[in-house]
């Protein structure tokens, strides 16, 4: 092979390295835009539907209620594989993201997963009225909270 062929073969394989490493880099910041994107219409369920109406700062709305619970089931059995190994150490955006311990102790995070899947299902059907919105809403939020007082960092 003569140098100018050598040449352009090295050049077009830099090339087509780079243009794959950039699909790359985009594939993960679109994996951490959608887990950003769950996470906060999960929150806007739990905490802007459900614990304003326990907190009687809206007023109960029954289909509100089934709407928030299925977006939550939804979520709930979702949610992991927007955590895939290869966004450990993405770039920290937003006000929060996630913390490496979420790959570092992938089975505690999904247990966590697991228990929030557990509370929404085994509390769901008990949601009729205010009050037992009020009486299972502490044990359905938990779920977030526990994952989030360890799986979650604040950035600066």
């Not at 450990?88 to 311990?101: H, I, Q």
């Not at 102790?105 to 299902?121: P, Q, T, V, W, Y």
């Not at 509390?123 to 809403?137: E, G, R, T």
């Amino acid at each position: 092979m003569n140098r100018v062929g050598f040449f352009g073969l090295s050049l077009s394989a830099l090339a087509l390295g780079t243009l794959l490493s950039g699909f790359g880099a985009m594939a993960q910041d679109d994996v951490v835009a959608k887990r950003k994107d769950a996470m906060k219409a999960a929150g806007k369920s739990m905490f802007g539907t459900l614990g304003q109406m326990s907190r009687d700062r809206k007023p109960y709305d029954q289909a509100e209620v089934d709407a928030a619970l299925a977006q939550l089931e939804t979520f709930s059995k979702s949610i992991a594989p927007l955590y895939p190994e290869s966004t450990k150490g993405a770039p920290k955006t937003g006000d929060y993201s996630a913390s490496d311990k979420v790959w570092e102790d992938r089975a505690g995070f999904e247990s966590h997963i697991a228990d929030l899947d557990k509370a929404i299902a085994d509390n769901k059907s008990k949601i009729k009225d205010l009050d037992s919105l009020k009486a299972v809403f502490p044990v359905m939020s938990k779920g977030c909270s526990g994952c989030h007082e360890t799986y979650r960092l604040k950035n600066s």
